[in-house]
């Protein structure tokens, strides 16, 4: 076994050490940049939890003045969201019967169809694959 040089091992202990403030280094950047991370995300979900709150605050108040003022205008806005549902319920429900009037139609014999299911078939004419 040979004994290294002086030289040898000082070289060694100086890569040593460069090596350890490098990781030092590191190790204080990541620590800094997880720190940061951290308080912006805390700060963005206490704005998005003081958005929530503001929204939820608005709605309930919203409903508590359509009761104490049904002529307001929260009362009309609330209305018109309704009426906005209902119409396209309506819709819905209209596509759904004229889809199901279509496949009847496609369904019943051809010599048994009334003109009306005669025009729609022609109109139409063949149902998608898994349309109901």
């Known amino acids: 076994m040979s004994v290294p040089a002086a030289t040898d091992v000082a070289a060694v202990l100086a890569l040593s050490d460069e090596r350890n403030q490098w990781e030092r280094r590191i190790d204080a950047a990541w620590r800094e940049g997880f720190r940061t991370g ?7 979900g206490r704005e998005l939890e003081a958005a929530e709150w503001e929204t939820a605050w608005r709605r309930s108040a919203g409903m508590i003045l359509v009761r104490l003022n049904p002529d307001g205008p929260e009362a009309r806005e609330s209305a018109q969201q309704r009426v906005k549902a209902a119409e396209a319920g309506c819709r819905r429900d209209a596509s759904e019967q004229w ?3 279509i496949r009847r139609a496609h369904e019943t014999p051809p010599h048994k169809r009334n003109e009306v299911q005669r025009a729609g078939v022609i109109l139409c004419g063949r149902p998608k694959a898994g349309a109901a």
């Open 38 to 44: 951290r308080a912006e995300g805390i700060a963005e």
């Open 99 to 101: 889809h199901g009037f």
